[in-house]
């Protein structure tokens, strides 16, 4: 233990601050990583950690402090020096660009010319001998929009092995992947630590970096809390480290009691956008007032276009749909607003506008009611930031300027609990709660499991739509499991286990007979 003490560290990051106008994001922090390590970087949404991989990466500077490389001093002022110093990064929403190829994209900004002309074969054959070496398997000639998002994430990381980088940041790695290429991602994880590269990996899922680091290091409210080592800890430990308190990770909910059919959904068929087959075939459900029904299956199983064809954002190709018996297969998207509110799987594409305040965020449904807008038709600002304010207070929306603040402003984390406020205070008999949970820490992920659950105990009723198999089991009164447009089984949470739920959203099960649940 002693030589690897003498041996400098492949990073230090000594007493950084960074601030923003209004909020120290990142206050007397200091990080230090050894070769060959995987170093977690764990904490709540806005806790400051992707701000000071940020600095590290060269996107931000920092107002106080140092870097060191293997001992020695450096200066990082954008990320081509961070390059040049061997520090790559793979951001939580992927720069990549969409029409190039896998191969283009991995050599972009670094490609290899003799006399001028691009050395492509060179280029492909060292990209392949990566991809082989550490199981990152892609179709170097396949067009990024085409591919799934595991693939892109390889593609990233194929990008930081390609300049040769020994520091490799992941921010947030396995937000959008599925349980199977999460184990993937781990399993590379660790080969790429076993070279001898150090790795530096943001997250706040607790079993994912129990599994994978070797030593953590908790941020809260821009403060380092503390490192330790892996095997010297646990889930409850680091969770109440991250919040500074006791953490519920069973939630905590009473028997449901079901009650009238709110939503009636009858042979419903969707097109899909990229291929011929319908991407929801002939699917027929029923949920009820004051129950949880769950849409559980691997991700691209029909449950987006499902929810797309509820929302109204996608026509049916067969079907219909009713609420509170009325037939709702045509009605348009404000109608259906009047009794169904809607936590949309994309946030920032479908949930916000990213460049509004928060206060206009917030009443995005309403804006036209008369407590908002008066006779004139010109908006009552005072009404709207007031009730803005309320939200902001009662969800615990945490931002630099509270209700004047920019929704892109806030963390991913801030601009979920911002939604899920709006929408659950907003008056539904139905609500479309699609990976609610996504990228968030464990207070935030408790806190909406509690919101949801108290939305089901008010009278409505809930459709989930979840990839977490805990959040699956732990919050829904029935599982429905989608695959391939299907409805291949209908579960009870209280007497199915995780491995019998991986394998019908695997396919491998099928229950026969009519699920009109």
């Keep these: 233990m002693t030589q690897v003490a003498q041996e400098p560290y492949a990073i230090e990051m000594l007493h950084v601050t960074k601030r923003f106008p209004g909020i120290v994001a990142n206050d007397d922090i200091s990080l230090q990583v050894r070769k060959g390590e995987i170093h977690a970087l764990l904490g709540e949404n806005g806790a ?17 402090g140092t870097i060191k490389k293997d001992g020695k001093e450096v200066v990082i002022k954008n990320p081509n020096d961070a390059n040049a110093l061997g520090i790559g990064m793979v951001h ?53 929009s ?48 076993k070279e001898g590269k150090s790795i530096l990996f943001i997250s706040h899922k607790l079993n994912e970096i129990m599994s994978v680091a070797d030593r953590i290091t908790v941020l809260r409210k821009g403060k380092c809390i503390g ?17 500074g308190r006791d953490v519920q990770l069973v939630v905590d909910k009473k028997e449901a009691e079901p009650g009238r059919v709110v939503l009636e959904v009858s042979n419903m068929t969707v097109a899909s956008r990229h291929h011929k087959n319908n991407a929801v075939r002939n699917v027929s459900f029923q949920v009820r007032a004051g129950e949880i029904v769950c849409i559980a299956g691997i991700d691209g199983n029909g449950q987006t276009e499902l929810i797309y064809g509820l929302s109204g954002l996608e026509p049916l190709a067969g ?22 509110s809607y936590i949309p799987e994309d946030r920032q594409k479908h949930g916000l506008v990213l460049d509004y305040p928060l206060d206009y965020n917030m009443v995005l449904k ?39 603040s920019i929704a892109r402003s806030l963390s991913g984390g801030n601009q979920q609990k911002a939604i899920v406020g709006r929408e ?4 539904h008999d139905l609500l479309l709660a ?63 286990s995780v491995e019998e739920l991986g394998l019908y959203m695997a396919g491998a099960r099928r229950q026969e007979g009519d699920h009109h649940a």
């Design 48 to 64: 400051g950690k992707s701000t000071l991989m940020s600095v590290l990466f060269g996107l931000y500077q920092a107002e106080e």
């Design 92 to 144: 939580q929403h992927f720069k990549l660009v969409q029409c190039f190829t896998v191969l283009d994209n991995i050599i972009l900004g670094v490609e290899e010319t003799k006399y001028g002309v691009l050395q492509k074969m060179e280029a492909r054959k060292k990209v392949m001998e990566l991809s082989e070496r550490y199981g990152l398997s892609v179709e170097p000639d396949a067009t990024i």
């Design 146 to 193: 085409d591919i799934s998002v595991g693939m892109q994430q390889r593609t990233e990381i194929l990008k930081m092995l390609f300049r040769e980088n020994d520091i490799l940041i992941f921010d947030e790695p396995t937000a959008v992947l599925t349980p199977q290429e999460i184990t993937e991602l781990m399993q590379i994880m660790k080969n790429l630590a």
């Design 227 to 243: 490192t330790v080592n892996a095997v010297e800890t646990n889930e409850e430990e680091l969770s109440r480290m991250m919040v």
């Design 319 to 340: 079907g219909n749909i009713k609420v509170n018996g009325e037939e709702y297969t045509h009605k348009s998207i404000r109608d259906r607003s009047h009794v169904l």
């Design 366 to 404: 309403r804006y036209y009611e008369p407590k908002f807008t008066d006779r004139h038709g010109m908006l009552k600002k005072k009404s709207i930031r007031a009730y803005s304010d309320h939200l902001l207070e009662q969800y615990d929306v945490r931002s630099s300027q509270g209700s004047a």
């Design 424 to 427: 659950i205070d907003k008056k």
């Design 434 to 496: 699609v990976q609610p949970t996504r990228g968030l820490d464990v207070g935030a992920i408790e806190y909406i499991h509690k919101q949801i659950i108290e939305d089901r105990d008010a009278g409505a009723a809930v459709l989930l739509v979840s990839l977490e198999l805990e959040e699956v089991l732990n919050v829904s009164d029935r599982i429905l499991v989608m695959y391939e447009g299907e409805i291949v089984g209908e579960l009870d949470p209280r007497k199915t």
